[in-house]
């Protein structure tokens, strides 16, 4: 028995451990996969009857729980009829697709989670294709069953449609089918809606009969792949991954192999090795071939590398993961207020926290600018920056950033832009605004579905330039009710200038306090990113004008003090809500001279050059 993979060609299974599975399941945002892990967690009995459990436990991260999405790959294991299965739970979003395919390197087959009312989504194809690609087998599940507007037979039929969409193999599409209700930890064999005592059995049952057991000869010398990192206050530096062939074996010496084939092999002995126990992780003697393991005690370690055998190491292939569309830049905080609140306040400090994500995302890139103070970093999308500024921001730095701009990539000597494929769930009324927002931005509709409930699915694409700013301006037109979530869908040729914010920028003149006497006239003129008795300084930018034009003005200014008193002086100050602005509507609306200041108690918006004369003299240049 052979298994050929495409990163480390055909090796040998016969000596293989049955005793456990490796299983990771991939979905679009929000079909409910880390809902499903938490009832396997349960049904498997990892929590005792009396322990209190948050929902998502596996969404550990702030921002996870935050916005409700996973951002981190994460692993856990279930015991089940006496085989362990390890449970890898990727992101559904297209930003952290590097975290989806490292995932995949860990894994023997996937579950593929569907919801029964939206059915295959942007994500749900990107996923599988990538899942495919390394020729692992699927169980399927269609999730929320119970939903009024579910359409299960449906939604088989368009996960058949897609496997044969994504020229799978024959093998490949005789899946089983589960039904679930994963809020609930409820699920059935087939297509219907599982009893009210049912449980994950069919399931589980289903992982053990599909995916196969791990590959790998155990007796062969040993290579391990390292696919992700971790920290540990008190064992520091930890690497995460897979043993591919052989036995890892605590005590013993290893080589470390580096993916860039640039330094020189480490030769160290083993001293912690650790598995994967329920949602923890305890220490172990060996990790046999097809085994996830952690492992401490090589501070050089990064994604990537090879843990080998002493006496005859073999390094396996680097790591390959699809390259970021988009960039902006990281510099210095250099407004007056600087300073106030972070601790980390350097470009050295922010240059060093940058090279510690690079060793643990593989999908971000840094690069240098003709600025030392200055650095460039790319990504998968905005989000994707956003939540690393923002996990920045939280460890006390401060720093300021450039709107997002897209990679250029030429193609047959054709200057090439990537296209984004954006899906909007809208209430009927508002399709039509989805429409004439993406137009102007040379975007065109591919796909509308009209739902049952009330609700509409566009899917549209556009350049990706096009879609900065997309997201919060379909929000504020629809009243906050439309769900969008995008995905890369490949390149096309530059397509000229696109529109982007309507108004210019109200620029504060001077430093100082915002009044309320101010803030009062210039709401008239505009719409205000701030209210009264706050700190502006000279070129900081305090709300968005009505007019393209750039306004300087004085937020500062008070009323007159006179002992004369008229009908109109005495009017009362009423000043509208604000706009807040957070952390990606500031990215998104800012235009090329202007910066996002971000800092652990603010988010501000500037110019790049403070000093209007200044301005006016780059202007002129």
């Given amino acids: 028995m052979y298994l050929t993979t495409p990163e480390w060609g055909t090796i040998s299974a016969a000596m293989s451990s049955p005793s456990f599975r490796n299983i990771a399941l991939i979905a679009h945002v929000d079909h409910g996969k880390t809902t499903l892990v938490d009832a396997m967690l349960r049904t498997s009995g990892v929590f005792s009857s009396h322990e209190a459990v948050v929902d998502r436990i596996m969404d550990s991260n702030d921002q996870e729980r935050e916005r409700g999405i996973t951002i981190l790959a994460k692993a856990a294991s279930i015991q089940w009829k006496g085989t362990r299965i390890n449970l890898v739970d990727t992101p559904g979003h297209a930003d952290f697709a590097g975290e989806v395919e490292r995932a995949l390197m860990l894994v023997d087959g996937v579950l593929l989670l569907v919801d029964a009312a939206e059915g295959p989504m942007p994500q749900t194809r990107y996923v599988l294709s990538k899942a495919l690609g390394r020729g692992l087998p699927a169980v399927v599940v269609i999730n ?27 093998h490949h599409i005789e899946f089983p089918v589960i039904s679930t209700i994963a809020r609930d930890g409820r699920a059935m064999t087939g297509v219907g809606i599982p009893d009210e005592d049912s449980d994950l059995s069919p399931l589980l049952d289903a992982i053990l009969e599909t995916i196969p057991v791990p590959a790998g000869d155990p007796e062969a010398p040993v290579q391990a792949i390292v696919t992700n990192l971790d920290a540990s206050d008190y064992l520091g530096r930890l690497a995460i991954g897979r043993v591919i062939e052989g036995t890892l074996r605590n005590g013993t010496q290893v080589i470390l192999c580096h993916s860039n084939d640039e330094e020189p092999p480490l030769k160290r002995k083993l001293t912690q090795l650790m598995g994967f126990t329920g949602l923890g992780r305890t220490e172990v003697d060996e990790s046999v071939a097809g085994d996830l393991f952690v492992v401490a005690g090589f501070p050089e370690v990064e994604i990537g590398d090879t843990l080998a055998d002493a006496t005859n190491p073999i390094p396996l292939p680097r790591v390959e993961v699809d390259e970021p ?31 510690r994500e690079v060793l643990g995302n593989v999908s971000i890139r840094i690069g240098s600018t003709p600025s030392p103070e200055i650095i460039e970093v790319a990504g998968r999308g905005e989000l994707q920056l956003a939540v690393l500024i923002e996990s920045m921001r939280r460890e ?6 450039s709107r997002p701009e897209v990679i250029i990539r030429a193609i047959d000597g054709v200057p090439n832009e990537p296209i984004e494929r954006a899906v909007v769930d809208v209430p009927d009324e508002y399709v039509g605004v989805v429409t004439q927002t993406v137009a102007p931005r040379k975007g065109k509709v591919t796909d509308l579905r009209p739902g049952d409930t009330g609700r509409t699915i566009v899917t549209l694409e556009a350049p990706a330039r096009g879609l900065l700013g997309f997201r919060s301006l379909l929000m504020t037109a629809t009243r906050g009710t439309a769900l969008i979530h995008q995905h890369h869908a490949g390149w096309m040729p530059w397509a000229g200038d696109l529109p982007h914010r309507s108004g210019g920028a109200m620029i504060a003149d001077r430093k100082g306090q915002t009044t309320g006497f101010a803030l009062d006239n210039l709401q008239q003129r505009g719409e205000l990113f701030l209210g009264p008795g706050v700190d502006v300084y000279e070129g900081m930018i305090i709300g968005e004008a009505s007019r393209s034009q750039n306004m300087v003005v004085n937020p500062t200014k008070g009323k007159q003090l006179t002992n004369i008193r008229t009908h109109s002086s005495d009017d009362a100050i009423k000043l509208k809500p604000h706009k807040e602005l957070t952390l990606e509507t500031a990215i998104e609306w800012i235009a090329a001279d202007e910066l996002v200041e971000v800092t652990p108690e603010a988010i501000r918006v500037r110019k790049r050059l403070l000093v209007e004369s200044d301005r006016k003299r780059a202007k002129s240049r």
Avoid: C, W
């Fill in 144 to 170: 929320k069953v119970d939903r009024p507007d579910s359409r299960i037979e449906e939604v088989v039929d368009e996960v058949y449609q897609l496997f044969f969409d994504l020229d799978a193999d024959d």
């Fill in 325 to 355: 569309v988009l960039r902006m830049t990281f510099g210095v905080n250099t407004s007056p207020l600087a300073g106030r609140d972070g601790k980390y306040l350097t470009s050295r400090q922010i240059r060093d926290r940058l090279d």
């Fill in 396 to 401: 006390g730095y401060e720093l300021q950033v």
